[in-house]
């Protein structure tokens, strides 16, 4: 049995260097603002002046109001219509009206249609988008005219120029009235168009702060004014301050806080499950999340912080539940969310809300991993984040604004977070990696090669599910993967499928299989069912974590009893390999719960005594007999773990095989 200790695989020490290498060059080089701040507390640090110009932001509040108010403000957009005033004047022209008036009246419409004539619904109108000669600008209204001021007009001029006629008469008989029309045509679409443009541009900036002038004092208040300042400041020295010292000092800093990320990585795995090295894909796949979400947090909050809302970091912690346990998924998933708390806007809320999701998560996925039922554990991790939210908004005071696109946000990353896990199947191709889901899927006994099973080698499938059930209760006792105990239970055996009468438990009641056989003929059938699983997992394309337990279920050790009864008939000693497995001891603590379940099922069967003496002393022989042999030497599982699995396979067999009540017979 091994003694936990680093890593001797030099590819895991070669993967932190990579690792390494990436975040320094990835790790942000701007400048960093150094203050932290709340409206309604002093100013703790001396007196802060500026350093360059900056704008002052206007905030999310005053942003809205702002739209809102552009929002009721609508400019109706007309287009200037040149047929439509040609085709007035040339009306004018054929009036029966004498020279003169004719003559005015036709000046008079040319100059009332190059300034424009509205309809008179335009009445109440003030400003005016007008377009012409592909040209549009704001004109009051004041400036052209309605049809009826246009008629108005027109009448004005002529009686100016003729006096002594009753011209308003001699203009209704003629219908000089009926000629005046809008040449000003309204535009429905581009009025809708240039309104919603115009609500949504609005000015993110009030006034300029200049380079020299005091943003605050120490010891002074800071304000809502003040909060503003600082915040634009803020913005404004992250986004545009370069580095100005030394390169070494800029390239010496990032590498020690990558060293120092890698270096929690590597201690968070090994103290929760140094096993993981052992397992280079494995280790390689929790290096893979852990850089890709790091990447993703620096990428989406250099191109805007507001998008950190909507990235579903619970995703991390699914991805690694999907390949490791618990105590190990949390903190490498805490990890994750450093480089997110030290670099980015607003990290301290942003770490705080993704740990309280990605926690939720941890704890409800289980229940609700399958079909649609993901949408429920997305919804209740989208509820913690609300409140979570929630909690720094209240202590942002009243004037807090609760911004309700970063709740869709944090909304849609939720389901994000649903719509990016079936990525794990493909993760488990590339990484060759076996996930808890397909786990699930092998430990179905519907499936095609566990119904064969069944319908082939009855008696070694009982077989099978007895062992399952008794390394399950040993797997939970000890904190072993349980899901992959159950699938090695289900399969180790399965090469008893191409010659079942071979073994006892599928032998017919008259028929005996091994009585015409030598002993050393009869152990080289037995021990061939382990190539057989092989050779079947291999055709059925079972993962190679299953293929391990077919490999290892009798490690090295002989057929005890064939091998037995050749000595006993005097058989050569040194010629013994027919009667030895070719197999492997097993090396993790699933491998050896499975051995040792399926030597105490297999030997249970024939025990005459059922008293608890009995159960104990005859559990302590088989694991003694597999520590003599050496086939737990190298095993990682403990002392401890031993005695804690012992106590259990006691207490497992103790109830299968108890005693029953003699019903006695009714007298009649």
């Given at each position: 049995m091994k003694n936990k200790q680093l890593p001797g695989d030099l590819r895991v020490y070669i993967t932190l260097a990579v690792l390494l290498a990436v975040l320094v060059c990835i790790l942000p080089r701007g400048g960093k603002f150094d203050?932290?701040?709340?409206?309604?507390?002093?100013?703790?640090?001396?007196?802060?002046?500026?350093?360059?110009?900056?704008?002052?932001?206007?905030?999310?509040?005053?942003?809205?109001?702002?739209?809102?108010?552009?929002?009721?403000?609508?400019?109706?957009?007309?287009?200037?219509?040149?047929?439509?005033?040609?085709?007035?004047?040339?009306?004018?022209?054929?009036?029966?009206?004498?020279g003169d008036l004719k003559l005015r009246v036709v000046t008079s419409l040319s100059e009332i249609y190059n300034r424009g004539v509205l309809s008179d619904d335009a009445q109440g109108e003030s400003v005016i988008f007008l377009q012409r000669d592909k040209r549009a600008t704001r004109v009051p209204a004041s400036e052209v005219f309605t049809v009826t001021t246009a008629r108005e007009r027109l009448l004005a001029d002529a009686r100016r120029d003729n006096p002594l006629l009753r011209v308003d008469s001699l203009f209704q008989a003629v219908g000089v009235y009926d000629i005046v029309v809008p040449n000003l045509l309204f535009d429905k679409e581009t009025t809708a168009l240039v309104h919603a443009e115009s609500a949504d541009y609005i000015s993110p900036t009030q006034g300029f702060v200049g380079a020299g002038a005091v943003i605050v004092s120490e010891g002074e208040l800071?304000?809502?004014?003040?909060?503003?300042?600082?915040?634009?400041?803020?913005?404004?020295?992250?986004?545009?301050?370069?580095?100005?010292?030394?390169?070494?000092?800029?390239?010496?800093?990032?590498?020690?806080?990558?060293?120092?990320?890698?270096?929690?990585?590597?201690?968070?795995?090994?103290?929760?499950?140094?096993?993981v090295f052992d397992d280079f894909n494995r280790y390689l796949y929790l290096v893979f999340i852990f850089l890709l979400f790091t990447i993703a947090a620096l990428l989406l909050g250099k191109i805007n912080p507001?998008?950190?809302?909507?990235?579903?970091?619970?995703?991390?912690?699914?991805?690694?539940?999907?390949?490791?346990?618990?105590?190990?998924?949390?903190?490498?998933?805490?990890?994750?969310?450093?480089?997110?708390?030290?670099?980015?806007?607003?990290?301290?809320?942003?770490?705080?809300?993704?740990?309280?999701?990605?926690?939720?998560?941890?704890?409800?996925?289980?229940?609700?991993?399958?079909?649609?039922?993901?949408?429920?554990?997305?919804?209740?991790?989208?509820?913690?984040?609300?409140?979570?939210?929630?909690?720094?908004?209240?202590?942002?005071?009243?004037d807090a604004v609760f911004d309700f696109h970063k709740v869709l946000y944090l909304f849609i990353g939720s389901l994000l977070s649903v719509a990016g896990y079936p990525l794990i199947y493909l993760f488990e191709r590339v990484f060759m990696l076996v996930s808890n889901s397909r786990l699930q899927e092998l430990c179905d006994t519907n499936n095609k090669l566990l119904r064969e099973?069944?319908?082939?080698?009855?008696?070694?499938?009982?077989?099978?599910?007895?062992?399952?059930?008794?390394?399950?209760?040993?797997?939970?006792?000890?904190?072993?993967?349980?899901?992959?105990?159950?699938?090695?239970?289900?399969y180790h055996d399965i090469g008893k499928m191409n010659n079942p009468q071979c073994f006892i438990e599928n032998e017919a009641l008259d028929a005996h299989?091994?009585?015409?056989?030598?002993?050393?003929?009869?152990?080289?059938?037995?021990?061939?069912?382990?190539?057989?699983?092989?050779?079947?997992?291999?055709?059925?394309?079972?993962?190679?974590?299953?293929?391990?337990?077919?490999?290892?279920?009798?490690?090295?050790?002989?057929?005890?009893?064939?091998?037995?009864?050749?000595?006993?008939?005097?058989?050569?000693?040194?010629?013994?390999?027919?009667?030895?497995?070719?197999?492997?001891?097993?090396?993790?603590k699933e491998q050896t719960i499975?051995?040792?379940?399926?030597?105490?099922?297999?030997?249970?069967?024939?025990?005459?005594?059922?008293?608890?003496?009995?159960?104990?002393?005859?559990?302590?022989?088989?694991?003694?007999?597999?520590?003599?042999?050496g086939q737990l030497d190298e095993a990682d599982i403990s002392l401890r773990d031993l005695n804690t699995l012992k106590a259990v396979f006691t207490s497992y067999l103790g109830q299968?095989?108890?005693?029953?009540?003699?019903?006695?017979?009714?007298?009649?």
């Amino acid at each position: 049995m091994k003694n936990k200790q680093l890593p001797g695989d030099l590819r895991v020490y070669i993967t932190l260097a990579v690792l390494l290498a990436v975040l320094v060059c990835i790790l942000p080089r701007g400048g960093k603002f150094d203050y932290d701040y709340r409206k309604g507390a002093p100013w703790t640090y001396e007196t802060l002046v500026a350093q360059f110009d900056f704008p002052v932001l206007k905030t999310p509040e005053q942003l809205a109001q702002e739209r809102e108010a552009a929002g009721s403000r609508i400019l109706p957009y007309y287009r200037y219509s040149e047929a439509a005033g040609e085709g007035s004047i040339a009306s004018a022209e054929s009036l029966p009206l004498e020279g003169d008036l004719k003559l005015r009246v036709v000046t008079s419409l040319s100059e009332i249609y190059n300034r424009g004539v509205l309809s008179d619904d335009a009445q109440g109108e003030s400003v005016i988008f007008l377009q012409r000669d592909k040209r549009a600008t704001r004109v009051p209204a004041s400036e052209v005219f309605t049809v009826t001021t246009a008629r108005e007009r027109l009448l004005a001029d002529a009686r100016r120029d003729n006096p002594l006629l009753r011209v308003d008469s001699l203009f209704q008989a003629v219908g000089v009235y009926d000629i005046v029309v809008p040449n000003l045509l309204f535009d429905k679409e581009t009025t809708a168009l240039v309104h919603a443009e115009s609500a949504d541009y609005i000015s993110p900036t009030q006034g300029f702060v200049g380079a020299g002038a005091v943003i605050v004092s120490e010891g002074e208040l800071v304000t809502a004014e003040v909060c503003q300042m600082l915040d634009s400041y803020k913005t404004e020295y992250e986004a545009s301050l370069g580095y100005d010292g030394p390169r070494f000092f800029l390239w010496a800093g990032n590498a020690i806080i990558a060293l120092l990320l890698v270096l929690i990585l590597f201690l968070s795995v090994l103290y929760t499950n140094p096993l993981v090295f052992d397992d280079f894909n494995r280790y390689l796949y929790l290096v893979f999340i852990f850089l890709l979400f790091t990447i993703a947090a620096l990428l989406l909050g250099k191109i805007n912080p507001d998008l950190l809302y909507i990235m579903p970091f619970s995703l991390a912690a699914l991805y690694l539940m999907a390949f490791f346990k618990t105590r190990v998924v949390l903190p490498v998933y805490i990890v994750t969310l450093l480089p997110l708390l030290i670099f980015s806007r607003g990290g301290v809320e942003l770490f705080v809300l993704y740990l309280t999701s990605g926690v939720v998560t941890i704890l409800v996925f289980p229940y609700f991993s399958r079909g649609w039922r993901q949408f429920v554990a997305a919804i209740i991790a989208f509820s913690s984040l609300l409140v979570a939210y929630s909690g720094f908004r209240l202590l942002g005071g009243m004037d807090a604004v609760f911004d309700f696109h970063k709740v869709l946000y944090l909304f849609i990353g939720s389901l994000l977070s649903v719509a990016g896990y079936p990525l794990i199947y493909l993760f488990e191709r590339v990484f060759m990696l076996v996930s808890n889901s397909r786990l699930q899927e092998l430990c179905d006994t519907n499936n095609k090669l566990l119904r064969e099973l069944a319908q082939k080698a009855p008696g070694t499938f009982q077989h099978s599910l007895q062992v399952m059930n008794m390394a399950d209760a040993a797997a939970r006792s000890i904190d072993a993967n349980v899901l992959l105990v159950r699938a090695g239970a289900l399969y180790h055996d399965i090469g008893k499928m191409n010659n079942p009468q071979c073994f006892i438990e599928n032998e017919a009641l008259d028929a005996h299989y091994h009585d015409a056989l030598t002993p050393q003929e009869s152990a080289r059938e037995i021990v061939r069912h382990v190539p057989d699983g092989l050779a079947l997992a291999e055709r059925y394309k079972l993962p190679q974590v299953i293929k391990d337990f077919i490999l290892t279920h009798h490690g090295t050790s002989a057929t005890a009893y064939f091998l037995n009864k050749y000595l006993n008939e005097g058989g050569d000693p040194s010629r013994t390999s027919d009667f030895i497995y070719d197999g492997r001891k097993p090396w993790t603590k699933e491998q050896t719960i499975l051995m040792l379940s399926d030597s105490l099922e297999a030997a249970s069967r024939t025990l005459k005594d059922t008293s608890p003496e009995a159960f104990s002393a005859f559990v302590d022989r088989i694991v003694a007999g597999k520590k003599s042999e050496g086939q737990l030497d190298e095993a990682d599982i403990s002392l401890r773990d031993l005695n804690t699995l012992k106590a259990v396979f006691t207490s497992y067999l103790g109830q299968m095989y108890h005693e029953r009540v003699v019903y006695p017979k009714r007298k009649r």
